[in-house]
């Protein structure tokens, strides 16, 4: 498989070209980036089960059509992420789906990342909506609901021998889950402090070994990650590793996320990780559905290269703050008709993310993307 792993002389011309920035511009330094390693080195490939049964193919940087997660592999990647949702009416990234892909994934040798939503769509800081069957839980009820779920995705996971490696309770929980009983309200943790207790215990009653993520959105602001994290912690609860999310179209330069990272490990002292990142190939849209992202970041063009230089720069200024993974998030998602981002309308509602992918519209990887330690 060709690789990308520019010598000296090719990152000189990079950098001159403004497709990377110097290491002191990344939060650290080359000497520091080898002192820490990327044991977590992490694809989202939450939408790949659909491509594949619609007939999406894949290609290697030689044009060999091959498994995506293969693919990924040679690439770097040792750790899968699957989101699992309640009851999608999609039928995709439900429990069955995400137990049918866990068996692929682990026998290809790769950890899994379960990202528990408790929602039946997507959750995010704009929206963290129950699923149906919980809609007139009150906190107590949601307790129960979510350790017994909790458990049992882990517990089904386990019986079929694919542990999972790790579990998030939650997915960029902000300003909490399951709202409105779960969401923080004039600074008031405690309901999502229970919330995350039951998810937390719920997991190591499964499997006392898998680690336990709690991800927020703030790899923008050292104050927001501490208002949270301090909050929770204030409210007693444990976890195991501290997930940020980081775009830096959204998040700011990548200094200020190596700053936000460095400071939970300290802090916490718990292992931190880039839960989700992804940077876009284009401004080109695939498929007539807007793409959620259109614009870049300065330094990076919106190019094969430009995504592939953004990558690294986010491995090594993670790296250097002391992160233990990064993973991008769905590397996979190029635009295949039928695999929509709306559950309630797969078949017709499009890909917003086809130009972040790291798959072109053709299915071929960018060859110059790699996960390194």
């Known amino acids: 498989m060709m690789t990308y792993r520019p010598g000296r002389r090719a990152w000189s011309i990079l950098l001159a070209a403004g497709l990377v920035l110097p290491a002191a511009m990344l939060g650290g330094t080359t000497t520091a980036s080898a002192a820490n390693s990327l044991s977590m080195r992490g694809a989202d ?46 039928g995709y990234n439900n429990k069955a789906k995400v137990l049918q892909y866990a068996r692929t994934a682990k026998a290809k040798g790769l950890k899994l990342l379960v990202d528990f939503h408790y929602s039946d769509s997507w959750a995010d800081p704009g929206q963290q909506n129950k699923p149906a069957a919980w809609a007139s839980h009150g906190i107590g009820q949601l307790q129960t609901d979510v350790y017994d779920y909790t458990y049992d995705v882990c517990n089904s996971l386990k019986a079929q021998g694919t542990t999972p490696d790790s579990v998030q309770i939650g997915n960029e929980i902000n300003t909490g889950m399951l709202w409105n009983d779960g969401k923080v309200v004039n600074n008031d943790f405690t309901n999502i402090g229970l919330l995350l207790k039951s998810g937390y215990n719920a997991t190591k009653a499964c499997s006392s070994s898998t ?67 992804a940077y876009p190939f284009t401004a080109a849209d695939a498929d007539g559905t807007g793409n959620s992202v259109t614009s870049g970041c300065s330094g990076y063009p919106l190019t094969w290269q430009g995504q592939a230089a953004e990558f690294d720069a986010v491995q090594s ?57």
């Open 211 to 277: 680690q336990v993520v709690i991800h927020t959105a703030d790899a923008d602001s050292d104050a927001h990650a501490r208002w949270f994290y301090d909050g929770i912690r204030a409210k007693g609860v444990a976890w195991d590793v501290t997930g940020l999310s980081y775009y830096c179209m959204w998040h700011g330069s990548p200094s200020t996320m190596g700053g936000v990272v460095s400071d939970m490990k300290a802090r916490y002292g718990k292992d931190v990780v880039i839960a989700e990142t």
């Open 317 to 373: 200024t993670a790296r250097s703050a002391g992160a233990v993974g990064v993973f991008y998030w769905e590397p996979t998602w190029y635009a295949v008709p039928g695999n929509g981002w709306d559950p309630a309308d797969i078949s017709h509602s499009g890909d917003g993310w086809d130009n972040m992918a790291v798959f072109d519209w053709t299915g071929h990887i960018n060859p110059g993307v790699r996960w390194t330690p």
């Open 45 to 90: 490939v939450s939408t790949a089960q659909r491509a594949l049964d619609l007939g999406a193919k894949y290609y290697d940087a030689s044009g060999t059509a091959r498994d995506p997660l293969d693919i990924l592999k040679d690439a770097g990647v040792n750790y899968v992420r699957l989101r699992v949702w309640n009851d999608p009416a999609s």
